[in-house]
Nanobody
Framework: QVQLVESGGGLVQAGGSLRLSCAASGRTFTYAMGWFRQAPGKEREFVSSINWPGGSTDYADSVKGRFTISRDNAKMTAYLQMNSLKPEDTAVYYC?????????????????WGQGTQVTVSS
C-alpha cells in the first residue's frame, strides 16, 4: 500500500507561486503520479499527471502554461510548481498515485490518495 504525504500549501497573493510536494512511501515508485484539486462546493478535478519515469506529462487546460509537474524518483517525491496563481486556483490539492506507470486513463487508475493540502490565493 502506497502512502502519500503532501506539503507546501498555504496562502499566497494572486500572481504568486507555490510548490507542492508529495512524498511516497513503499517499496517502489514505478507508477504515474499526479494532482487533483477540489474547491468548496465543487467536484474534485484533475490538475496534472506525470508518468514513470517522468518523460510524459498532462495538464488541465486551466493550468497549462502556469503549473509544472515533476518527480524525483530517487527521493520518491512528486512536485507541482504553481506560478501566476489566480484566486480560482484556491482549493484543497490532493496527490494521487496510479496503479500503472503510464498516464493513460490516469484518473481511472488511482489506487492511493494523499490527505490534501490547502492552497488559498487572495485577490
Amino acid at each position: 500500500q502506497v502512502q502519500l504525504v503532501e506539503s507546501g500549501g498555504g496562502l499566497v497573493q494572486a500572481g504568486g507561486s507555490l510548490r507542492l510536494s508529495c512524498a511516497a512511501s513503499g517499496r517502489t515508485f514505478t507508477y504515474a503520479m499526479g494532482w487533483f484539486r477540489q474547491a468548496p462546493g465543487k467536484e474534485r478535478e484533475f490538475v496534472s499527471s506525470i508518468n514513470w519515469p517522468g518523460g510524459s506529462t498532462d495538464y488541465a487546460d486551466s493550468v497549462k502554461g502556469r503549473f509544472t509537474i515533476s518527480r524525483d524518483n530517487a527521493k520518491m517525491t512528486a512536485y507541482l510548481q504553481m506560478n501566476s496563481l489566480k484566486p480560482e486556483d484556491t482549493a484543497v490539492y490532493y496527490c494521487a498515485a496510479s496503479g500503472y506507470p503510464t498516464t493513460s486513463d490516469y484518473a481511472g487508475s488511482i489506487r492511493s490518495w494523499g490527505q490534501g493540502t490547502q492552497v488559498t490565493v487572495s485577490s
